[in-house]
Nanobody, 117 residues
Framework: QVQLVESGGDLVQPGGSLSLSCAAS????????TRWYRQAPGKQRELVALIGNGGSATYLDSVKGRFTVMRDNARNTVYLHMNSLKPEDTAVYYCNALIAVPARYYWGQGTQVTVSS
């Protein structure tokens, strides 16, 4: 059985920084694409960042230049480093990863990020 666990969510002031972690545990053979999503109250879940197993990354336009997604394959962990945070970044952040074997998508439980003064 595989579990994905996010951590690192917190209350931070505008302009601050925060780093989220998404760790896979259990019967993990390979981790392929990993995505970070977020969902703010009353809004649809949106894709924030994606990182392939080779390390290539894509980002939501509104976070480009502020967020960086990285992976540590040895630790089965993906990180989302967030800088210059804005109130509109407030949301529950979820990770979603394609993990084998057998290959299927897993979701974490989410971690709350609140940007407020």
């Amino acid at each position: 059985q595989v579990q994905l666990v996010e951590s690192g969510g917190d209350l931070v002031q505008p302009g601050g920084s925060l780093s989220l972690s998404c760790a896979a545990s259990g019967r993990v053979s390979s981790i392929y694409d990993t995505r970070w999503y977020r969902q703010a109250p009353g809004k649809q879940r949106e894709l924030v960042a994606l990182i392939g197993n080779g390390g290539s990354a894509t980002y939501l336009d509104s976070v480009k230049g502020r967020f960086t997604v990285m992976r540590d394959n040895a630790r089965n962990t993906v990180y989302l480093h967030m800088n210059s945070l804005k109130p509109e970044d407030t949301a529950v952040y979820y990770c979603n990863a394609l993990i084998a074997v057998p290959a299927r998508y897993y979701w974490g439980q989410g971690t709350q990020v609140t940007v407020s003064s």
